[in-house]
């Protein structure tokens, strides 16, 4: 049986879809490999992520990944001291050029810095507005809806996860999986069931693990490489499966920038195990979702990352039936 990693790239900024976009196409395309792009698609904000100063392990994070190297002094004034540029507008060329070169496109967000600082207290008018805003500018550039949704930071609440059905979203890959135990599944939040498979971020991104335990960008994919090694990751066992699908989620303004050397490397070190590289809705279309579990979502902390992410949690209802696909 063919081993699976989807490649995921959340495109956060104006820099990130100008330079990194164009460049994760030509590497991808050298490998012959797929992979998903959600779009911001609209104002670029970033500046207004000072805010995070007194979020817990923020200035930890700063320190060890180089954010303003990353992102430079334009973008991160963008919606402070500079107007924040509307990247829909600005990049709905290259927005197409992606979908045409074969890759699949979806919704990260409307505004990236509104949505990650403001989801948490949303009320379900905020939450619905903001989705709705970024599907109707998806529709402006593409001529159809989105059918996939990544949420911004991996942040979500339950008015979020209830529009992941409602808006139709085939499937949707807004949260996160602790190594060796994340699986596609139907998330469940106060009991409810939402009828919109998700699948999470089964492993953890470079700027996590950049900086900690002697990790640095020329090794970093060495680290990575050894998460992947095995076959069976411990929760497929659980589940009496063959293998689970992993879901690597990069940055534009990351890995399609200063860390290209080191996610070229992760590429000719997963086409050597034997992994298959492929788009999440690869993985999504090869769903059994008569069998899939329910896992409860929660808000946690995962390792090297500030705040809390949207988490795959316990198990819910193991034998339950999964919800009818007409289910509203």
């Known amino acids: 049986m063919k081993k699976h990693l989807a490649l995921k790239v959340d495109v956060d900024t104006l820099k990130g879809t100008r330079g990194g976009v164009p460049q994760l196409i030509a590497l991808f395309k050298k490998y012959h490999v797929g992979a998903t792009f959600l779009f911001s698609l609209g104002p670029d904000h970033t500046g207004r992520a000072i805010k995070r100063v007194f979020r817990k392990g923020f200035f930890s994070k700063v320190k060890r990944t180089s954010v303003i190297s990353h992102y430079g002094f334009p973008t991160l004034l963008y919606g402070t001291v500079l107007p924040g540029p509307d990247i829909?507008?600005?990049?709905?060329?290259?927005?197409?050029?992606?979908?045409?070169?074969?890759?699949?496109?979806?919704?990260?967000?409307?505004?990236?810095v509104r949505w990650q600082d403001g989801i948490q207290k949303a009320s379900a008018e905020w939450t619905r507005h903001e989705m709705e805003r970024a599907q109707n500018r998806f529709c402006d550039i593409?001529?159809?809806?989105?059918?996939?949704?990544?949420?911004?930071?991996?942040?979500?609440?339950?008015?979020?996860?209830?529009?992941?059905?409602?808006?139709?979203?085939?499937?949707?890959?807004?949260?996160?999986?602790?190594?060796?135990?994340?699986?596609?599944?139907?998330?469940?939040?106060?009991?409810?069931?939402?009828?919109?498979?998700?699948?999470?971020t089964t492993l953890p991104t470079l700027d996590e693990l950049i900086g900690l335990n002697g990790t640095t960008e020329a090794n970093v994919h060495e680290t990575l490489l050894s998460l992947t090694r095995a076959d069976t990751p411990p929760m497929a066992t659980v589940l009496g499966l063959s293998h689970t699908p992993h879901v690597f989620t990069m940055h534009a303004e990351l890995e399609g920038m200063r860390l290209l050397a080191s996610l070229e490397a992760l590429i000719v070190g997963w086409?050597?195990?034997?992994?298959?590289?492929?788009?999440?809705?690869a993985i999504s279309a090869q769903l059994?979702?008569?069998?899939?579990?329910?896992?409860?979502a929660e808000q946690a902390e995962i390792p090297g990352r500030s705040g809390t992410v949207l988490l795959q949690g316990k198990a819910f209802l193991p034998d339950a039936e999964p919800p009818s696909p007409n289910a509203s």
């Open 88 to 112: 829909g507008n600005h990049c709905a060329d290259i927005m197409r050029k992606t979908k045409d070169e074969g890759f699949e496109v979806g919704i990260h967000c409307w505004d990236h």
């Open 142 to 200: 593409f001529k159809t809806p989105s059918k996939t949704h990544g949420a911004a930071g991996w942040q979500m609440n339950k008015h979020a996860l209830r529009l992941t059905q409602s808006m139709g979203f085939t499937y949707a890959s807004d949260g996160r999986a602790l190594p060796g135990t994340g699986v596609p599944h139907y998330p469940v939040v106060n009991a409810e069931i939402i009828d919109c498979p998700q699948l999470p």
């Open 271 to 281: 086409q050597a195990q034997g992994y298959t590289l492929v788009a999440t809705e």
């Open 288 to 296: 059994a979702r008569q069998h899939l579990p329910y896992f409860v």
